[in-house]
């Protein structure tokens, strides 16, 4: 009886992370993939959504056109055959190396539905296989409410959304988290009547008030966005699409659904293992670790329902990979929280949210774009940040945004965070003129006025000039 060493069941960023891990230390592994090959983030998710969102920014730049005095606007037309074409050609050279990632491995590779007998047993294609380590890294799928009606092809996800060939004339977009809000607006942009719809008034995992406050009222200027209650959608015997929120009633030619994703797990022999599963189908998950209790089974990526994003799966697939092929477990220190939402203006949360420091003694700093000189030069000058620190110290926590370029102020924070840094120190890096990077260095000075002053030697106290054109 042959014994592998690793199976890995799911060829995604998390399962592809592990697998370069694997086979650093043994060749005696297997990979088993049901479906497709090719990550989600490279097929339904990261790569197309963002090709999607940078075709609707360059047309909707054309709104803008005047104030620079560059006429003829109104004479651009938008091709979203040919939009569509470029973004599944594109969509495609990712997908394929993605691909190449497991070209090589032959019978180590195994397309197939497995499913667990035991913490050492899978089977697949009616063949058991035994083994002393197992990785789950099957991913996640988007949700869609049973009681929806059957709407063929005009129910949209994700998984067939970048498959049309045209765009339809209108769309309801229900949830309104970062998938939701990235393709209502981009979808907006690119000429789709787009009606938004959330449960909660909160949106895009923002949980400061200001910054969704801000969010909220920014978005609302390019599409309308109903929040608060739970839309139900409706066919009628005309074959129309309704769909309902409290007294609001819209007809859609076609419907999004974003209301999140569920792990692939379901069928899998979770409950094989032994240990109690949530209501969910999973079971606890040690997220230093990723094992099972104390399991030679090991949860990574979407399927762990911890945070689906592809820096997280990567890794948790690293963690994994690592911790099936040593002889002792390793517990590794996880990175600064770190979310980004492709709207424009970004959203991006960093660090400790509003929502977890609300109890705790912080201080905080904030910044609105709308005055901002390098913002309102580019005609982009919309948006806020919050910047949070501790009272004591003023070490840097965490931040919220809705603001131009919030992706790369987040991950400027993401590193000051990680290197434990507080406000002064940040204040003393230079902020060249004229760069957006200054609001920034605002919403800092403002944290640190309310914070003990610093030494006068300390070029941390240099002030500001008030001055839109200066600061």
């Given at each position: 009886?042959?014994?592998?060493?690793?199976?890995?069941?799911?060829?995604?960023?998390?399962?592809?992370?592990?697998?370069?891990?694997?086979?650093?230390?043994?060749?005696?592994?297997?990979?088993?993939?049901?479906?497709?090959?090719?990550?989600?983030?490279?097929?339904?998710?990261?790569?197309?959504?963002?090709?999607?969102?940078?075709?609707?920014?360059?047309?909707?730049?054309?709104?803008?056109?005047?104030?620079?005095?560059?006429?003829?606007?109104?004479?651009?037309?938008?091709?979203?055959?040919?939009?569509?074409?470029?973004?599944?050609?594109?969509?495609?050279?990712?997908?394929?190396?993605?691909?190449?990632?497991?070209?090589?491995?032959?019978?180590?590779?195994?397309?197939?539905?497995?499913?667990?007998?035991?913490?050492?047993?899978?089977?697949?294609?009616?063949?058991?296989?035994?083994?002393?380590?197992?990785?789950?890294?099957?991913?996640?799928?988007?949700?869609?409410?049973?009681?929806?009606?059957?709407?063929?092809?005009?129910?949209?996800?994700?998984?067939?959304?970048?498959?049309?060939?045209?765009?339809?004339?209108?769309?309801?977009?229900?949830?309104?988290?970062?998938?939701?809000?990235?393709?209502?607006?981009?979808?907006?942009?690119?000429?789709?009547?787009?009606?938004?719809?959330?449960?909660?008034?909160?949106?895009?995992?923002?949980?400061?008030?200001?910054?969704?406050?801000?969010?909220?009222?920014?978005?609302?200027?390019?599409?309308?966005?109903?929040?608060?209650?739970?839309?139900?959608?409706?066919?009628?015997?005309?074959?129309?699409?309704?769909?309902?929120?409290?007294?609001?009633?819209?007809?859609?030619?076609?419907?999004?659904?974003?209301?999140?994703?569920?792990?692939?797990?379901?069928?899998?022999?979770?409950?094989?293992?032994?240990?109690?599963?949530?209501?969910?189908?999973?079971?606890?998950?040690?997220?230093?670790?990723?094992?099972?209790?104390?399991?030679?089974?090991?949860?990574?990526?979407?399927?762990?329902?911890?945070?689906?994003?592809?820096?997280?799966?990567?890794?948790?697939?690293?963690?994994?990979?690592?911790?099936?092929?040593?002889?002792?477990?390793?517990?590794?220190?996880?990175?600064?929280?770190?979310?980004?939402?492709?709207?424009?203006?970004?959203?991006?949360?960093?660090?400790?949210?509003?929502?977890?420091?609300?109890?705790?003694?912080?201080?905080?700093?904030?910044?609105?774009?709308?005055?901002?000189?390098?913002?309102?030069?580019?005609?982009?000058?919309?948006?806020?940040?919050?910047?949070?620190?501790?009272?004591?110290?003023?070490r840097l926590l965490g931040a919220?945004?809705?603001?131009?370029?919030?992706?790369?102020?987040?991950?400027?924070?993401?590193?000051?965070?990680?290197?434990?840094?507080?406000?002064?120190?940040?204040l003393r890096i230079p902020f060249?003129?004229?760069?957006?990077?200054?609001?920034?260095?605002?919403?800092?000075?403002?944290?640190?006025?309310?914070?003990?002053?610093?030494?006068?030697?300390?070029?941390?106290?240099?002030?500001?000039?008030?001055?839109?054109?200066?600061?």
């Open positions: 009886m042959h014994k592998f060493d690793v199976i890995i069941i799911g060829a995604g960023s998390a399962g592809l992370s592990a697998l370069r891990e694997v086979r650093k230390r043994t060749d005696n592994f297997v990979v088993i993939n049901d479906g497709p090959w090719g990550t989600t983030c490279a097929r339904v998710g990261c790569m197309p959504s963002k090709l999607l969102i940078e075709a609707a920014n360059a047309f909707y730049r054309r709104t803008s056109f005047d104030e620079f005095g560059i006429t003829g606007a109104d004479q651009l037309k938008l091709d979203d055959t040919k939009a569509l074409q470029r973004l599944r050609r594109l969509r495609d050279d990712f997908v394929t190396s993605t691909l190449k990632i497991t070209n090589d491995l032959g019978e180590r590779a195994i397309s197939g539905r497995a499913r667990i007998l035991s913490p050492d047993q899978v089977m697949v294609n009616g063949k058991k296989l035994y083994t002393h380590k197992i990785i789950i890294a099957t991913g996640s799928r988007p949700v869609i409410p049973q009681d929806w009606p059957n709407l063929g092809k005009r129910l949209l996800t994700t998984d067939t959304l970048f498959e049309l060939a045209t765009l339809p004339q209108s769309m309801a977009v229900i949830g309104m988290g970062p998938v939701g809000l990235e393709m209502a607006q981009a979808l907006s942009r690119l000429g789709v009547r787009v009606t938004g719809f959330g449960s909660r008034s909160f949106i895009g995992g923002i949980s400061d008030p200001l910054i969704n406050q801000t969010a909220v009222k920014l978005l609302s200027e390019e599409f309308p966005l109903h929040l608060g209650g739970r839309a139900s959608v409706v066919l009628n015997s005309d074959n129309v699409i309704t769909v309902r929120i409290e007294n609001i009633e819209v007809e859609v030619d076609s419907v999004l659904a974003a209301l999140g994703r569920q792990p692939n797990v379901d069928g899998m022999g979770l409950d094989t293992l032994g240990v109690p599963l949530d209501d969910r189908g999973l079971p606890s998950v040690n997220p230093i670790t990723l094992q099972i209790a104390d399991l030679p089974v090991f949860l990574a990526g979407d399927a762990n329902k911890r945070l689906p994003l592809l820096h997280e799966a990567a890794d948790d697939g690293h963690i994994a990979g690592l911790n099936t092929t040593e002889a002792e477990l390793i517990c590794f220190k996880r990175r600064v929280p770190l979310a980004i939402v492709f709207n424009d203006p970004n959203i991006a949360m960093v660090g400790q949210s509003y929502r977890s420091l609300e109890h705790e003694s912080i201080q905080m700093g904030e910044v609105s774009f709308t005055n901002q000189g390098r913002a309102r030069s580019a005609q982009s000058n919309r948006g806020a940040l919050r910047v949070y620190a501790a009272a004591s110290d003023g919220e945004m809705c603001a131009p370029a919030g992706e790369h102020f987040a991950h400027l924070l993401a590193l000051a965070i990680d290197q434990s840094l507080n406000v002064w120190d940040l060249y003129h004229p760069v957006l990077e200054e609001g920034l260095r605002t919403a800092l000075r403002d944290l640190s006025s309310k914070l003990p002053a610093c030494s006068q030697s300390d070029l941390a106290a240099c002030g500001p000039f008030n001055s839109e054109a200066l600061d």
